[in-house]
């Protein structure tokens, strides 16, 4: 990815629900090299915005795009194996253990079980590699949504409130992803509430308030 391209575009972007306004005339546009910061309070808007870019929260108007896919086509599906989402709440199937959690997207990209292994290990959770993910904390279900990342090296990275409930250690691992994604040429989205931390961290900032970029 040539440094400077564009990956996401986002112009006049809305996103409904019933009569409620969720986004509302967002315009956004992020480059490879960038590391971009949303921060806003609680319902501002933030997390959906960063499930649109992850093309997981259709449009409902206005133009969207990721790394050239329109939004509105069946073409966005095939630009998912590009981008790495780790949400708020961890997305890992309960009844699996950590490694299993793994194993499976390595397997759909065509990647060894031993480097689910090897991430696992990289996080700290070499360990509890057999341990299902209910029966794990949310810092170790965490943890393994890291691996995934350092296991598939996604070029466009989005990360929702990363540093929530974590300690020192694994904050640390958050912004390693994040340097690491931007120094590949790739891109970093962030959201959080905290904006101290999305300063130290990325190249620039944007305000979500009230559905509105600002």
Do not use: W
Not at 13 to 32: E, F, K, N, Q, Y
Not at 176 to 204: K, P, W
Request: charged share 20%; glycine share 10%.
């Amino acid at each position: 990815m040539s440094d400077g391209a564009v990956l996401v575009d986002l112009e006049g972007v809305s996103v409904r629900a019933g009569a409620v306004r969720i986004l509302d005339d967002v315009s956004l546009t992020v480059r490879a090299g960038e590391a971009v910061g949303i921060f806003g309070s609680n319902g501002a808007g933030k997390t959906t915005l960063l499930r649109l870019i992850a093309t997981l929260q259709p449009p409902q108007g206005g133009r969207c795009s990721v790394f050239g896919a329109d939004m509105y086509s069946v073409a966005r599906y095939d630009v998912r194996h590009r981008i790495g989402y780790v949400g708020h709440t961890p997305g890992l199937y309960p009844e699996l253990t950590l490694l299993e959690n793994l194993a499976f997207v390595a397997d759909a990209q065509g990647l060894p079980t031993s480097e689910a292994l090897r991430s696992l290990e990289l996080v700290g959770l070499g360990g509890a590699a057999d341990r299902r993910a209910d029966h794990s904390s949310h810092g170790m279900q965490r943890r393994t949504e890291f691996a995934r990342i350092l296991m598939t090296g996604p070029e466009l990275l989005l990360l929702d409130e990363p540093h929530s409930a974590l300690d020192a250690d694994a904050i640390n691992l958050v912004d390693t992803l994040v340097h690491r994604t931007v120094d590949r040429g790739g891109a970093a989205v962030l959201v959080s509430h905290d904006r101290d931390r999305m300063n130290t961290l990325t190249t620039r900032t944007h305000e979500i308030k009230n559905g509105t970029l600002l």
